[in-house]
């Protein structure tokens, strides 16, 4: 075991999780799909990669606000203290862990 065990064992994990997902999804019948959420879909993947991006210039302070914030929008329950609350609370745990103890 070296340091790149965990994560592969992880990785494998992950992956046979997704097949099995998938093959279930192949042999249980249910309702078909109805639309294609394009929107929300783009309101949770766009944050990641803008997160991606922005995380050398802005730092992970703002990366992260404008990802939570952003992907929060993606719900039909968004309400913008709550949205803002969360975005503060993930922020101040991230840089507690990532900065702080790290």
């Given at each position: 075991?070296?340091?790149?065990?965990?994560?592969?064992?992880?990785?494998?994990?992950?992956?046979?999780?997704?097949?099995?997902?998938?093959?279930?999804?192949?042999?249980?019948?249910?309702?078909?799909?109805?639309?294609?959420?394009?929107?929300?879909?783009?309101?949770?993947l766009?944050?990641?990669?803008?997160?991606?991006?922005?995380?050398?210039?802005?730092?992970?302070?703002?990366?992260?606000?404008?990802?939570?914030?952003?992907?929060?929008?993606?719900?039909?329950?968004?309400?913008?203290?709550?949205a803002?609350?969360?975005?503060?609370?993930?922020?101040?745990?991230?840089?507690?862990?990532?900065?702080?103890?790290?």
């Amino acid at each position: 075991m070296g340091p790149g065990y965990f994560p592969t064992v992880l990785a494998v994990l992950l992956v046979l999780l997704g097949l099995a997902t998938t093959i279930r999804a192949f042999v249980i019948d249910g309702p078909p799909v109805q639309g294609l959420a394009l929107k929300a879909i783009l309101l949770v993947l766009g944050p990641v990669v803008l997160f991606g991006l922005a995380l050398r210039g802005a730092g992970l302070a703002a990366a992260l606000l404008a990802l939570v914030l952003i992907s929060a929008a993606a719900s039909v329950r968004f309400r913008w203290p709550v949205a803002v609350l969360l975005a503060i609370g993930l922020t101040a745990f991230a840089l507690l862990v990532f900065v702080t103890a790290l």
